[in-house]
């Protein structure tokens, strides 16, 4: 399948790279095409890097790995339509500030006919696509609006290895996936390292 | 030890008991003490329901058991300078609606010389004071500006039976905590039934 990922920072280059390791034919957007990072990032992933227009034209699908306040910005003017939007953003201020309307939310409100999917945002970007690396059981939560979405949202993270997923419904659960973001910091602060993971425990 | 637990909806009762349970010396503190309610907590716990001010006077240690909204007004004019104060509140709006400021930090600004200590207020009531009854590891969190104060709140977790206690240092983690409130409305949703939790994995 075709994807256009948005984003060439470690969340946008770990799932890009997952998804072409799995066969897909991945475009990355990014907003730098000049200057050294889209061709180290090309030569480092072997993925080629366009403009966001051009990477969204490319997908069938669409990830969006960009900094939650930039997002709307970038992908105003791309190609979304219709197809599903991969949503794994956060607002860099909501680790220690409040989130008025979560950016799931943001972005189905702003471009109303993409399906959107939110998913991995609470998770260290290498156990996003290698989630067997923990050596545990732990957890990936889904939203959003379109239920046919949410499934094929779920076959892709079943593709990545994930086994404990769980779908939230719709996109009002935006506020508690993007809600963990300050719990994921003040582990990873605690721990000093990202190799860790919730998960949620439900009685046998 | 003698405690004053504020509150008596479901959170004050079960803590509040199981502390009876643990030989501890309990009153509760209500503001509701004409009518109904004091008389059947105090019939069906054996626990003296007093006001928050005679409560308090009662107490080595406190208990913040009311809604989140109501706690700062409830609590003033307690005797609460240089005790404990194991805050177990949550405000009703962070379930769906940002925090401006956590509960944790404004009570402890209004009250600048108790001990605060946030823990379990992301845990169902009755797996607070009974962990093992899930039948598989979860974990509760901690935060407080008072090294030794945590330390006293652990105590006290681990004769509540928690193995999986996450000290997450002083009250900026507060956020954290209680951003986990919307997840935890979302999963009862989802699940119909309070018997689920979440567990810290760590890397092994």
Redesign the interface.
């Known amino acids: 399948m075709k994807f256009g990922v948005m984003g060439t920072g470690q969340v946008g280059t770990t799932i890009g790279g997952k998804l072409q390791a799995l066969g897909h034919d991945v475009v990355f957007g990014s907003r730098s095409l000049e200057g050294g990072k889209a061709s180290r990032v090309g030569a480092e992933t072997g993925i080629r890097v366009a403009s966001h227009q051009e990477a969204a034209e490319h997908g069938e699908w669409i990830v969006n790995a960009l900094p939650g306040e930039h997002a709307i910005a970038s992908l105003t003017g791309c190609a979304l339509d219709g197809k599903i939007l991969v949503d794994i953003g956060n607002y860099e201020a909501a680790v220690?500030g409040?989130?008025?309307m979560p950016l799931g939310q943001a972005l189905q409100a702003a471009f109303p006919a993409v399906r959107l999917v939110k998913t991995l945002n609470s998770v260290s970007a290498h156990l996003m696509v290698d989630p067997d690396?923990?050596?545990?059981?732990?957890s990936v939560f889904l939203a959003g609006n379109d239920a046919a979405a949410r499934a094929e949202v779920e076959t892709l993270l079943r593709a990545f290895g994930w086994r404990s997923i769980?779908?939230?419904?719709d996109l009002?659960?935006c506020?508690?996936?993007e809600?963990?973001v300050?719990?994921w910091?003040?582990?990873f602060?605690?721990?000093g390292?990202p190799?860790?993971?919730?998960?949620?425990?439900?009685?046998?």
Request: zero cysteines; hydrophobic letters at 50%; glycine letters at 10%.
């Open positions: 220690d409040p989130i008025a690396s923990l050596g545990a059981d732990h769980l779908d939230l419904g009002e659960a506020r508690a996936m809600e963990l300050p719990m910091m003040r582990l602060g605690k721990f390292d190799n860790f993971n919730l998960l949620v425990v439900r009685q046998g």
